[in-house]
């Protein structure tokens, strides 16, 4: 399968509708390279001590889409040393599976005694909350996608016990998630719906959850067929009334007949708590509301009360929190 890689010129980049954040080497002066690559891209946004071979001129090109959930990232970049290292991963703020989507060249990951080798058209999964050594002796192009752990075990609860995985690129369910991918990057560039970006990243983490199972790599989901019953009826409940300040974990359990206690072990087998399902499904509400056009005179007081936000700052400190920014500088960049 060819990949078609984003256009990056500065034209696609402002007529982009998510404004994606673009970093290159060929915008800088070459003075400057060396030590905006290590101090600014490895040890701030990466978190990793970088390197490169003297023989191999150092080159990179990023272009970043921040979108909520799993941000992707389009790389391309010369050879390097890349080393995550236990005080790296100490200072990290939270836990993420790091999916990489091979479209060209090689690239080595070695964590602990698991070592993989990605080429074209493989995809691999790396546990950042555990030191990594990643290597390429060629340029390499990938797609990049920052999964939050738990996100990850809501699909896979075996991921906690991840270093590195390798997904055959010669697998069908492999060649469905580079699909995939490509139909993201494409509606990244040229959609203005956010909220079929968001149903494009889960059918992205569908396909690797499934790409997993179908080559036997790790556990499939956990819960018996009456606890995927109990928890589905209150996922139900809880989409219900979303907007209910009332809506709680003793309300939610008392739904289906389940104690409190009962009810949130039941939750953790699949990976997530009743808390974080509330608050995931109001701000993923939120979110699309603050990008629909016909609510555009709703102040974000009005949606925060609409979702069962005390007020706006309640929501705010949320939204800032799970996707970057404020949800008023949401509004702005989806009318750009």
Not at 85 to 100: C, I
Not at 197 to 220: E, K, T
Not at 250 to 275: C, E, K, P
Request: charged residues 20%.
């Amino acid at each position: 399968m060819t990949w078609h890689e984003p256009v990056l010129s500065s034209a696609a980049t402002h007529a982009s509708w998510l404004a994606p954040v673009r970093i290159s080497s060929e915008d800088m002066e070459p003075s400057q390279l060396l030590q905006y690559w290590q101090d600014h891209l490895c040890r701030h946004v990466i978190q990793a001590h970088c390197s490169t071979p003297s023989d191999h001129p150092l080159f990179f090109d990023l272009l970043h889409y921040p979108v909520p959930g799993a941000g992707v990232t389009w790389l391309r970049d010369s050879p390097q040393l890349v080393t995550r290292a236990p005080e790296h991963v100490k200072r990290a703020e939270g836990h993420h599976v790091v999916v990489m989507v091979q479209h060209e060249g090689t690239t080595f990951v070695r964590s602990g005694d698991c070592d993989i080798v990605l080429n074209p058209g493989d995809v691999g999964l790396v546990a950042d909350w555990r030191p990594s050594l990643t290597t390429a002796n060629a340029s390499v192009a990938q797609s990049v996608l920052m999964v939050p752990l738990e996100q990850m075990r809501g699909l896979l609860p075996k991921t906690t016990d991840l270093s590195v995985l390798r997904l055959d690129g010669g697998h069908h369910g492999t060649g469905l998630v580079q699909q995939i991918m490509q139909g993201l990057h494409l509606q990244l560039k040229w959609g203005t719906d956010l909220g079929s970006v968001g149903h494009f990243q889960q059918a992205l983490l569908q396909s690797v959850a499934g790409a997993c199972l179908a080559q036997g790599l790790m556990q499939p989901q956990r819960g018996s067929r009456l606890e995927h019953y109990y928890f589905e009826r209150m996922e139900a409940f809880i989409r219900a009334h979303l907007g209910s300040a009332e809506l709680l974990p003793a309300s939610i359990a008392a739904h289906v007949g389940l104690s409190v206690s009962h009810a949130q072990r039941l939750y953790r087998t699949f990976g997530t708590s009743m808390t974080r399902s509330i608050r995931d499904k109001r701000l993923d509400a939120a979110q699309r509301d603050l990008r629909n056009p016909s609510l555009k005179n709703l102040t974000v007081q009005e949606i925060a009360y609409q979702w069962g936000f005390y007020d706006a700052a309640h929501l705010s400190h949320a939204f800032r929190k799970a996707f970057g920014v404020s949800p008023k500088e949401w509004r702005v960049r989806g009318q750009g």
